[in-house]
């Protein structure tokens, strides 16, 4: 069955570190990866998505992720955090045949002055 | 535009009332999704939507009813929730029913069952 692994539940980073958030899948043919962000309160903004080509992906606010197929990961980095990049990120994976996105159960970034 | 909107932002109900969760977009979409996103946890599908017609539900609760009037309408119609039903609703929509699409989500709707 498919499924996608956000393996840290909370990530705490000082302003101007670099960010890395880790995302796993697992689903049997070339995935549709995508990575979310949700500030308090608010719906999810996509940040970036992955389908094929080129395995490094840029997103919107200086976001990448880079996609791995021999380690089934697909995890999102920042080279400088700014205060407002705290929020909960979500990895995704598309299913193909049906009309599904499984969420990851979310990363929360913390960011420290 | 790409804008999803929900409304109400927030909503109270008893366990007795009838409430409805509105969600509008003007993309040209023609797949919508409701999503529930208890604290702390990832949103849950609940129902999809493709060109106008019910595509999933995913074993919700009949309490839970969902509408699409025309292709830029989604509703909820809610009718004797429980207190666990509480949580930010999320309408989304895409292109199309695709799995490679971008969804677009709205803000929510906060809604808390008394």
């Known amino acids: 069955a498919q499924s996608v692994t956000q393996p840290d539940i909370h990530i705490t980073v000082s302003e101007g570190a670099s960010l890395e958030l880790r995302c796993n899948y697992s689903?049997?043919?070339?995935?549709?990866l995508f990575w979310y962000v949700q500030s308090p309160g608010q719906g999810l903004q996509l940040l970036l998505k992955?389908?094929?080509?080129?395995?490094l992906v840029q997103g919107i606010k200086g976001f990448e992720a880079e996609f791995k197929r021999s380690q089934s990961s697909f995890n999102l980095r920042k080279p400088s955090v700014h205060w407002s990049d705290a929020a909960e990120y979500f990895c995704?994976?598309?299913?193909?045949?049906?009309?599904?996105?499984?969420f990851g159960a979310g990363t929360r970034l913390f960011v420290k002055a | 535009d790409t804008e999803v909107t929900q409304t109400p932002k927030h909503l109270v109900m008893g366990m007795t009332n009838k409430k409805s969760l509105k969600c509008e977009q003007h993309?040209?979409?023609?797949?919508m999704y409701w999503y529930k996103q208890k604290a702390k946890k990832p949103p849950e599908l609940m129902f999809v939507?493709?060109?106008?017609?019910?595509?999933i539900n995913e074993s919700v609760p009949s309490r839970f009813s969902p509408e699409c009037p025309n292709s830029s309408l989604l509703n909820l119609h809610l009718h004797a929730l429980q207190p666990e039903d509480s949580a930010l609703y999320l309408c989304?929509?895409?292109?199309?029913?695709?799995?490679?699409?971008?969804?677009?989500f709205g803000p929510g709707t906060r809604l808390l069952v008394l």
């Open positions: 995704a994976v598309g299913v193909t045949g049906g009309f599904k996105t499984i």
């Open positions: 993309m040209g979409h023609r797949a």
């Open positions: 989304a929509s895409s292109q199309g029913p695709s799995p490679s699409e971008t969804q677009y």
């Open positions: 939507y493709s060109y106008e017609k019910l595509s």
């Open positions: 689903y049997g043919a070339t995935p549709y």
């Open positions: 992955y389908f094929s080509g080129d395995t």
